[in-house]
């Protein structure tokens, strides 16, 4: 693999020249430095692309001006992977010693000063002195008064691609200045990075607690790609153009790991979010292979990295993962489109302008000089469009997330809904099943009542008649009792079972069973009487309850028109309405309010009756007496 490499630069430094005979250089005076002078067109340079030169014995015919580099450039793998050297005059024109700072630009490490006094005289290293803040792309440099002195520096720069040669003189009382000059020169874009930081943790924090709520597997997978996209992003702003070791480090690798690390975990919630397994099985192929090939491009990217493989092949891999990623976005973008849904609208809307910002940052990364674009300024930065594109994409994914949201409680009110008719009709027909049990129960007892009471009953009747008849000569009065306490039972035993049976439970049965009763009992006693029932009898059902108190007291209402009214004439009159109400009037002597007493217990009696159905008892005295029963129709259930 060593040999391999070699054989890779010695190739590309082939195709370039970097010496040439004129080795002229321009003196610059520290006089015109008055804070921080910036020296790239003083500079002469020579690239030792194998890092094999012994640096004191370099000639100045081995250097050449920048501007006689291809686009006045020092190729990146070039100045990368070997050592560049940079060569000039400097002159201290003052009566003082003069301290300076000395860099080699963005991201150069490891800086190191030769001087000499004259062209052939031998080159004399300096010892490195830096600020002691940590920042090692700083070396510092005593100029004695009165003196000119031919400076060398050897730098190598960060494997990156902002890595870029912009040597500096720097005061020493300035250099502070310096730093916070070169952070203000990011054109606030370093707010804007910071904000969006700030943003992308709240999504962290959000998802996260989302996660922790309903234990759904993508919310935790975007947190982590929020994360990971965060943290980047915020090591950017905090280590902007630092030359501190973490941040080589950060600049070369890291930054990468994370962004394709949040690639990962970003593809893995879209699977889970939108469920590809199930709604799109192409769109869930193209995912799962997105996902494998970019953790393989990690894993690639690693290994050349931490096996210091030629820059050229590491910045290659780089690109060529970011383009993949491109085109990945790109197919999700129409296969989403193809789907038709509003919820995946929203998702294809945000990747689409997180594709199109994305793409433009790469474009500059990669093309230094776009015909479109401003040459410096905040617009310039591709990290800019490169946070528009990941800002755009949260709106939007908070907009579908809403949406979603909104779309499942509507889902969950329906299931709701559903699950709570289902439980409904569950309890309803238990309900019934209930009622079904209690009224064959009813129809049993009610049956076993008429059959074994009831030819008992009978017997004793006959009996007592039996018995009566062959005493006729001698009555006894206990058989005259037991007869007549037989044909009693046997009556309140008719009703009892007709109050059982569930056959009966209407209001025209009940109707027509106190109508037929009511006429059997006065037929008893020669009594003038009436029975009035509408034509049209509503469709209700009456419990066996409501129908044995009802027909209880109006037989206790004749009863007592039998035993107290001395009455002549009777009418029994039915109205149906939203309530039934029963007339009972006779035209006795009617009932005097001081003397109620009289009657005990059985008007009490009458009236806790109707009050134990919902219905109502009332007496009215005039031409005689009237019985009013009322009860209410609605919501007739047993």
Known sequence: ????????????????????????LTVIKTSRIKNAYEVSKYIHIYVDTLRTKNPLELRNKMFMHLYEFKNERVPKPLMID??????????????????????????????????????????KQLPKTTPGDGELAYNQITLEPNKEIQLMVRTNYARTTISAIRPYFIKKPFYKYFLKYRLSNWDSLDIITYTITGMLFMMLLFSFF??????????????????????????????????RPFNFFNEEYLDYALLFTGYIFYIRFTRFFISTAKRNKILNFVLTGAEITVLLFLIFFSWMYFTNQPFQLLDNTENISKFFMIAVGLTYVILGFFMRDKFMNFLVAGNLANLVFAGLSQLLIIFRNLPFMPERGLFRNSLLYFEVGIFIEMVFFLLGLIYKNKVELIEKAQMDAVLKQEADRKEYEKQIAVLKAQQDERTRISADMHDELGSGV???????????????????????????????????????????????????????????????????????????????????ELSGNKRRNLFLVMKESLNNIIKHAQASNVTIEFTCNEHLIIHITDDGKGIQADKLNEYGNGLKNMQRRMENIGGSFSIAAGNGTTVILTLPLTDQVS
């Open 210 to 243: 989302t996660y922790f709520q309903n234990r759904k597997g993508e919310f935790l997978y975007y947190s982590l790609y929020a994360f990971c996209v965060a943290l980047m992003l915020f090591l950017k702003a905090a280590y902007y153009e630092s030359s």
């Open 1 to 24: 693999m060593r040999y391999s490499r070699l054989l890779f630069i010695l190739l590309l430094a082939a195709s370039q020249t970097y010496a040439h005979d004129d080795s002229t």
């Open 82 to 123: 070997g050592y560049v050297y940079m060569l000039f005059w400097i002159d201290n024109d003052s009566p003082s010693a003069d301290t300076l700072y000395f860099t080699a630009g963005f991201f150069s490490k490891n800086i190191e000063l030769f001087t000499r006094d004259s062209t052939g005289a031998p080159w």
């Open 458 to 540: 009978t017997a004793i009747r006959l009996l007592s008649e039996i018995a009566r008849k062959k005493t006729k000569d001698q009555p006894l009065e206990e058989i005259a009792r037991i007869s007549n306490n037989a044909n009693e039972l046997m009556s309140k035993m008719n009703g009892i079972i007709w109050s059982m049976n569930p056959g009966n439970d209407t209001l025209t049965g009940t109707i027509a069973y106190m109508r037929s009763n009511a006429s059997e009992f006065l037929d008893n006693f020669h009594l003038n009487y009436r029975i009035l029932v509408p034509e049209n009898i509503p469709d209700v």
